[in-house]
């Protein structure tokens, strides 16, 4: 089903870059602001609901604009831009409140959600954006995950279908541990190593700057990220980067091991030291070649 109407909750270079391609298949878009937990009953409730509402919010506020924009109405279906599993955030949420200092009963308008998640599919769509400007083709081509619970409809997944369609992505669909575990071995871990590494530049100094070359600037990029909103999609997703960075410790052990290795006066311990060193080396160059093969030809990305 093509959604004729969509609600584009939130802001920033994904809701604008979604009105932006919506508009040129003639979807009417209504924007809806993303802090709707102090509106009233019927406050800034449409007149009818929209065929799709997409939440184009940070991870950790998901469950909750779900529960409000249920509460008011504003969609029939309802998607979000980050694949968040909401029921886990939800529970996550409701421990966290329940379990509170303050005495009380942990009710929020989370709470007030449906427990019936049918018109809800977690998506995100993986962009090239690098920057604050919207585009009304950063979704062409690229993929957007689709990620449903146990409970989402075949009416809603087929909604969130029309709305990839529209956009002109490649719809992928697969469960929440997986995009998880996805996430953070392509796009999590690789930022968050990005800037352990970028951090070796600061303070700055004028004589090593004067040494770094453009590949640097290129290797460091992904360092580059709002602290805030990567704090927030890591807190949402810290079980498996801590996976993925565990793998990588245990290889930086083996490394340096090596390193210290190929200067021990012993001769054999040389030769076992250079080829883990050199094996490890294959390893990089490999990864590298079979990520390289996938994206012949494409520039790649994924937030």
């Known amino acids: 089903?093509?959604?004729?109407?969509?609600?584009?909750?939130?802001?920033?270079?994904?809701?604008?870059?979604?009105?932006?391609?919506?508009?040129?298949?003639?979807?009417?878009?209504?924007?809806?602001?993303?802090?709707?937990?102090?509106?009233?009953?019927?406050?800034?409730?449409?007149?009818r609901p929209a065929d799709l509402a997409v939440l184009a919010v940070p991870p950790s506020r998901v469950a909750t604009v779900l529960a409000d924009c249920r509460r008011l109405g504003v969609a029939e279906a309802y998607t979000d831009t980050t694949g968040v599993d909401v029921a886990a955030e939800r529970d996550s949420a409701d421990g966290h409140a329940a379990g509170s200092a303050d005495g009380t009963d942990g009710t929020d308008s989370a709470d007030a959600t449906d427990s019936d998640d049918s018109d809800y599919?977690?998506?995100?769509?993986?962009?090239?954006?690098?920057?604050?400007?919207?585009?009304?083709?950063?979704?062409?081509?690229?993929?957007?995950?689709?990620?449903?619970?146990?409970?989402?409809?075949?009416?809603?997944?087929?909604?969130?279908?029309?709305?990839?369609?529209?956009?002109?992505?490649?719809?992928?669909?697969?469960?929440?541990?997986?995009h998880d575990a996805a996430m953070a071995r392509t796009a999590h871990a690789p930022r968050l190593l990005a800037a352990l590494l970028a951090a070796r530049f600061h303070p700055p100094r004028p004589h090593l700057m004067r040494l770094t070359e453009p590949d640097l600037c290129g290797l460091l990029r992904p360092a580059d990220l709002d602290p805030e909103l990567w704090g927030d999609l890591l807190r949402g997703n810290a079980a498996a980067v801590a996976a993925v960075l565990r793998e990588v410790s245990a290889d930086l052990d083996v490394l340096l091991a090596a390193l210290e290795g190929v200067d021990s006066p012993d001769a054999a311990q040389r030769e076992q030291s250079g080829k883990q060193l050199a094996h490890l080396l294959e390893q990089g160059r490999d990864g590298y070649a079979a990520v390289a093969a996938h994206h012949d030809g494409r520039a790649g990305g994924a937030r």
């Open 1 to 47: 089903m093509i959604p004729r109407t969509v609600a584009v909750v939130g802001g920033g270079t994904i809701a604008s870059s979604l009105t932006l391609a919506l508009a040129r298949h003639g979807v009417r878009v209504r924007l809806v602001p993303g802090n709707l937990a102090g509106a009233g009953a019927g406050a800034g409730a449409p007149d």
């Open 121 to 178: 599919l977690a998506g995100h769509p993986l962009t090239d954006f690098t920057g604050p400007d919207a585009s009304a083709g950063l979704f062409e081509g690229r993929p957007w995950v689709l990620a449903p619970g146990p409970a989402t409809s075949r009416e809603t997944l087929n909604r969130v279908l029309g709305l990839t369609a529209l956009c002109g992505a490649v719809p992928v669909v697969m469960d929440h541990a997986s």
